[in-house]
């Protein structure tokens, strides 16, 4: 079985069904990719996809959701390769020393705002960031309820996302999921018709 998971099969239906021998196995996963990100399509088979495969129509656009899908598997898989988002501001407290750790960060109630930590609170979170959702939360959120400090209740052991050798991973993972959030929200407004 080949890494992009398409079956001799699918790649026959794909081309026959668009007249295209140029559509590749690669171009049908970035296809599929890109359709499973559609509105329409995750509303329409919401009920199916909790318990069953996914069912994958036929788009009136192949090549709109292959190239969609392409660029959206690139921004999801190497996200920590993006560029940071450059519009955050970083308020920090004079009153304390400089102090890139995590314990537990907060979304402000307006989601404008994320307090880092005492010495550190990152204004200028665009609403349209919460539009990008991994499940029932969007891929800030997750990030702001995952790297956090915290201990294993049986085990003990202490999980602490802080790292020594790059004490600012955290406020960059936060500027370069805001990007990709944001760029994600753009593809999947631009996306075509499903059908």
Not at 62 to 79: P, Q, T
Not at 145 to 157: A, E, F, L, N, W
């Amino acid at each position: 079985m080949a890494c992009e998971n398409i079956t001799d099969w699918a790649l026959i239906e794909f081309r026959t069904h668009y007249k295209d021998d140029t559509i590749t196995k690669w171009d049908i996963f970035h296809y599929n990719y890109g359709l499973l990100h559609h509105p329409d399509y995750r509303e329409k088979y919401e009920a199916n996809l909790k318990r069953d495969l996914p069912h994958i129509p036929f788009a009136k656009d192949f090549w709109s959701f292959a190239k969609a899908g392409e660029r959206l598997a690139e921004i999801h898989v190497h996200y920590e390769s993006q560029p940071e988002f450059s519009k955050l501001k970083f308020i920090q407290n004079p009153d304390l020393p400089l102090d890139w750790r995590v314990e537990k960060m907060k979304l402000s109630r307006d989601k404008t705002q994320i307090v880092y930590n005492n010495f550190l609170t990152i204004d200028g979170i665009p609403p349209q960031v919460f539009d990008y959702r991994l499940g029932t939360r969007s891929a800030l959120e997750w990030v702001i309820d995952q790297y956090r400090v915290k201990t294993d209740k049986r085990s003990g052991i202490v999980n602490d996302p802080n790292r020594a050798d790059d004490p600012q991973y955290i406020v960059k993972l936060i500027g370069k999921v805001i990007t990709v959030s944001l760029e994600t929200v753009d593809i999947i407004e631009k996306l075509p018709s499903v059908l």
